[in-house]
T-cell receptor, first 116, second 117 residues
Framework: GDSVTQMEGPVTLSEEAFLTINCTYT??????LFWYVQYPGEGLQLLLK?????DKGSNKGFEATYRKETTSFHLEKGSVQVSDSAVYFC???????????????FGSGTRLSIRP | DTEVTQTPKHLVMGMTNKKSLKCEQH?????MYWYKQKAKKPPELMFV???????INESVPSRFSPECPNSSLLNLHLHALQPEDSALYLC????????????????FGPGTRLTVL
């Protein structure tokens, strides 16, 4: 079945450092890919998305490119801030059937902590 | 109004209690979802409603009973829960339930943190 694998955390960086959180997926067809962020004590917020190969999603300085050839969707940010401290979930939604399209498959989450 | 609201924010209940979680959206979305998120784990889908009808039940125990009384509201009725049911319960909605990705984007509420004693 469909699955998402993302790098284990926690990840601790200093402010203004470069961030990469790796994410790879397994899915049939052409899934839509997402990054969600969850701040402490809150629900999920969609950070960015990409729906087809070579699409680049971007938001708030974060970027991720849908790489079909490597089945990856790595999250990057050039200069992180303390306010970026949160848990980041890579996720996919399938497109090969009604049930698959209804369900978001999440990775295990990566906790990011930014030191001032 | 572009948000999903959930009440209560926190809930503590005993194993013999009956309680309900509520979710509301006024975005005109016709698909609504319940997820369960255990500590330090990703959310897991429980139920999906489409046009107020239950479309997907991910083999959830019967002590969880969803209800969609109208297109804006989604309830989750709880009865005889176990301590292992303690979790963050997230509600989400999307424009419709369909394979077209732009209509299927899910918007999440802040969640209800449930503790079962």
């Amino acid at each position: 079945g469909d699955s998402v694998t993302q790098m284990e955390g926690p990840v601790t960086l200093s402010e203004e450092a470069f961030l990469t959180i790796n994410c790879t997926y397994t899915a049939t067809g052409y899934p839509s890919l997402f990054w969600y962020v969850q701040y402490p004590g809150e629900g999920l917020q969609l950070l960015l998305k990409a729906t087809k190969a070579d699409d680049k999603g971007s938001n708030k300085g974060f970027e991720a490119t849908y790489r079909k050839e490597t089945t990856s969707f790595h999250l990057e940010k050039g200069s992180v801030q303390v306010s970026d401290s949160a848990v980041y979930f890579c996720a996919l939604r399938g497109t090969t059937g009604y049930s698959s399209a209804s369900k978001i498959i999440f990775g295990s989450g990566t906790r990011l902590s930014i030191r001032p | 109004d572009t948000e999903v609201t959930q009440t209560p924010k926190h809930l503590v209940m005993g194993m013999t209690n009956k309680k309900s979680l509520k979710c509301e959206q006024h975005m005109g979305h016709r698909a609504m979802y319940w997820y369960k998120q255990k500590a330090k784990k990703p959310p897991e889908l429980m139920f999906v409603y489409s046009y107020e009808k239950l479309s997907i039940n991910e083999s959830v125990p019967s002590r969880f009973s969803p209800e969609c009384p109208n297109s804006s509201l989604l309830n989750l009725h709880l009865h005889a829960l176990q301590p292992e049911d303690s979790a963050l319960y997230l509600c989400a909605s999307s424009r419709i339930l369909d394979r077209i990705s732009s209509y299927n984007e899910q918007f999440f509420g802040p969640g209800t943190r449930l503790t079962v004693l």
